[in-house]
């Protein structure tokens, strides 16, 4: 069957993922080293995993707020573990003005050199640390608990569209607490957040766990993260959420009067989700014809195209999509009203067609004359775009009932392209292997379908070094221990020691 | 009369517009030179100004985008004029890695030195140029519009929050026509975008007009600005728009085919307005006992705070709180729902109706177990404080009238802050100096009022440098040319010459 894409995820998925990202245009490279222009189609999408995963960061009691991007190199270097962790990849300010070069270029001044360099934000542990020092006197001050949109910066040498690029977009939650037990409760709060927001609004079907000690963000005591599969069987890091103990407190002087006078550390916490989600999304639903975007995150919903012919039926027709966007309008899915938009360019139709499937849009309706005087119209449910004889499985309803269904239309595209993407997870998962060359025979298939969720002893220290580096040869990694896991039982196929929990392991991005 | 804050207006207003800013917690100084944290409060405000202005600029068909933070200096030094505007004031990234000093510190990696320093944007022309000139092909793709919402660094020598920090918010709209009419049309769209949301939206009367030759925007051919009377009666600029002609256009290869078939080089425009606009509202609105914020763009409207007493009729209070916010809420003002927060946190009521009265909330409401009984509630309104008597005026209105009066009483208080400093803006230009000595001696007073409109000659070249040069002494900036100004007669005080157009002359931020 020919497809609208040159490449097919079988035959170079790589390949396939940039294809998808530029026929459905939503972003490209720059031209700046590391770092996406993110077009219309792409922010949109952006647009609405803010809207809506703000919402359950406001509803949680968390408050905005903004910090600044750049921090000096001595706030950093505070705490030893989380500098050493990002000193590798952070872009330094080293001036504040530009001179001639006497050639008639210009370069830093260097008059102009600053005291101290300032680090343009990887993450903003140290700075938000320093306000909370500032913010946080007495127990009655916490829980204290905000969050940023932003973007931050990480050197990264290979770079891939929305997966990791020099800069990104995210939020980054920062809680400060009175003991253990709630600064652990937000960090797992966070964590569920994201699963659910994952599952619900990315239709994005993850694993909720804890990461192993290697894995851990720099400085943290605890890291959580969801893991998605994605359509190569590689797992996908969604988001994480990091439990920091009292060394980040310690570092930058958070401490409050406790109820019985004494003085405590604050325990912090940190989460955050980045751009890195949409390309979670595109490896999760994309297919050879391009982008299938869920409908709760599609920065419209519904696509109207009309079949113009340049002669006098053209105003009739353009009036009918009109009245059909306004009636469409009224309806809602997924909590909010329907988004529709009538696509006037001129062109001709079977191109803006197929240009709105590529990006994804969960429903395409063209409009002729024949339909204006039917009172119909043609529709293409993006999530199921073909019949079973390769041809476009177009509808052509009754334009009442397509108006008053169209709510479950969508949710229901939702909820298909979230049991598409379980039913792939739960197939994937091999939970029966028990020996390293069980392991090594799986990952060895061309094809690799997933992840191996085996029993482990959880080494530490040197242990811990020797199984990543055992894990690491056949290029795999350790992704996390889930949350909702059964026992382990048995030995440990990477120690021989007796297995204390269940972890994935798995090829990653 | 006793006012809530230790500093008036009158006695100084600069240290008065500290003193807003940190008794209503709305941002603080970071500790990074020049960079400031904006606050919950404070950010709140700004992400109401961010939803109402991008609802206004995607009504105007221009799309949302995202480019990269880092321009390489050889984009930016395509346009001459263009970076030596900006030179003076970049944040250069020189390195993308730190290392171990030898001494237990970290210093930038020599080795990890930019072939190429990067400068953090101080405005994005260069680098959406560069994309703009991969999009456009043909005179089908124009005009092309983006917006994107971002942070920008100029690094000031002198900073003041909210009015001038290194790190500041934004959005900037980048715009490609065909030809300078359109550019122009669109240029003024933008211009009169601004004026409408600050009049409708901020309550903050403004000029529109066009900025003279030596306050263009670097690069440009024509600047517009919007220029509003602050209550000390200096001008804040509060928003630009820009015809930047072809010169962008040629120096980033914007080009496309005419439907002739030839070639031309594209006209763009740029327009941006930031955090500064909080300013502007702090010092439009606020008074001796804080903020006053307009209903459209508080977080809040309505604060609710519970007389509490710790002891059993708390529980009732409550419930008829938490009743209450659900009626407020089903309420509409300026075509919203009604934002109504209850403020349930442990305190005395009154330190808690004076945190809020300072913040600027709209309208306070503080309910005890009288109320309840009697099934009413007392209110106050933020922007009439106090009655006569110097007491606070509030009102105690049953709850049934209160709760559907809502709308009404939140959307008087939005048109009676527009009120006041329209009659303030209009009171305090003076348009009838026709000489030198007049313009001294009005400046010359002690508390200036405000600015003078003057008939001028509008000279170019050494005789305005002369002009400016004038005027520069007496602290004085000429602000614009107001779009509606009467038409100029006589002669110009400034140079002696036949007048052709009115200026506003006035001190500045």
Chains 1, 2 share one sequence.
Request: charged content about 25%; hydrophobic content about 40%.
């Amino acid at each position: 069957m020919k497809h609208a894409l040159n490449t097919t995820r079988a035959a170079d998925f790589a390949a396939w993922y940039q294809e998808v990202i530029s026929a459905a245009d939503m972003a490209e490279e720059s031209g700046v080293r590391g770092c996406m222009v993110i077009r219309p189609w792409g922010y949109g999408i952006w647009e609405r995993i803010q809207r809506l995963m703000d919402d359950r960061i406001k509803a949680a009691g968390v408050e905005n707020c903004y910090f600044p991007l750049f921090i000096p190199l001595s706030y950093f270097a505070k705490e030893a573990e989380h500098v050493d962790g990002f000193a590798k990849e952070m872009a330094v300010v080293t001036h504040h003005r530009l001179i001639g070069d006497g050639k008639g270029g210009l370069v830093p001044d260097p008059e102009a050199k600053l005291e101290e360099p300032l680090i343009v934000r990887p993450t903003s542990e140290t700075v938000i640390g320093a306000a909370m020092a500032r913010w946080v006197q007495s127990w009655r001050d916490l829980p204290l608990m905000v969050n940023q949109w932003a973007n931050v910066v990480r050197w990264e040498m290979r770079t891939r569209m929305f997966l990791r690029t020099s800069e990104f977009l995210w939020q980054e939650g920062h809680t400060a607490h009175a003991d253990r037990d709630d600064a652990m409760k937000e960090t797992l709060r966070a964590l569920e957040m994201y699963r659910e927001f994952s599952e619900n609004v990315l239709a994005m079907p993850v694993i909720a766990g804890e990461k192993p000690e290697h894995e851990r963000f720099p400085g943290a005591v605890a890291t959580y993260s969801i893991e998605a599969m994605m359509q190569d069987g590689k797992a996908l890091q969604a988001g994480t959420s990091h439990y920091l103990g009292t060394s980040f407190a310690e570092a930058a002087g958070i401490r409050y009067q406790t109820s019985e006078g004494g003085h405590d550390f604050a325990h912090t916490t940190s989460w955050g989700t980045s751009t890195r989600m949409i390309g979670g999304v595109i490896m999760t639903h994309g297919d050879d014809d391009g982008l299938r975007v869920p409908p709760a995150i599609a920065p419209w919903q519904v696509i109207i195209v009309p079949m113009l012919r340049d002669d006098e039926g053209d105003a009739a027709i353009l009036d009918y999509c009109q009245s059909l966007v306004a009636e469409l309008t009224t309806q809602s899915a997924l909590g909010e009203r329907v988004r529709v938009h009538l696509d006037k360019r001129p062109g001709k139709s079977a191109g803006k067609r197929w240009e709105w499937l590529k990006k994804g849009a969960p429903v395409v309706v063209e409009i002729g004359g024949r339909d204006v005087a039917a009172g119909k119209l043609a529709a293409i449910r993006r999530d199921a775009l073909y019949r079973e004889d390769g041809k476009l499985a177009t509808e052509f309803p009754e334009r009442p009932g397509f108006v008053s269904g169209i709510g479950v239309l969508l949710e229901s595209i939702q909820a298909n392209l979230h049991a598409e993407a379980k039913a792939r997870l739960d197939a994937n998962i091999v939970r029966d292997i028990s020996d390293w060359d069980g392991i090594i025979a799986y990952f060895n298939g061309n094809a690799v379908p997933g992840w191996v969720e085996i029993s482990w002893s959880r080494p530490t220290g040197a242990a811990l070094d020797a199984v990543v580096e055992k894990v690491k040869a056949l290029k795999l990694t350790m992704r996390n221990v889930p949350l909702d896991a059964d026992p382990a039982s048995g030995t440990c196929p990477l120690t021989g020691e007796a297995a204390v929990e269940r972890i994935l392991i798995g090829k990653a991005y």
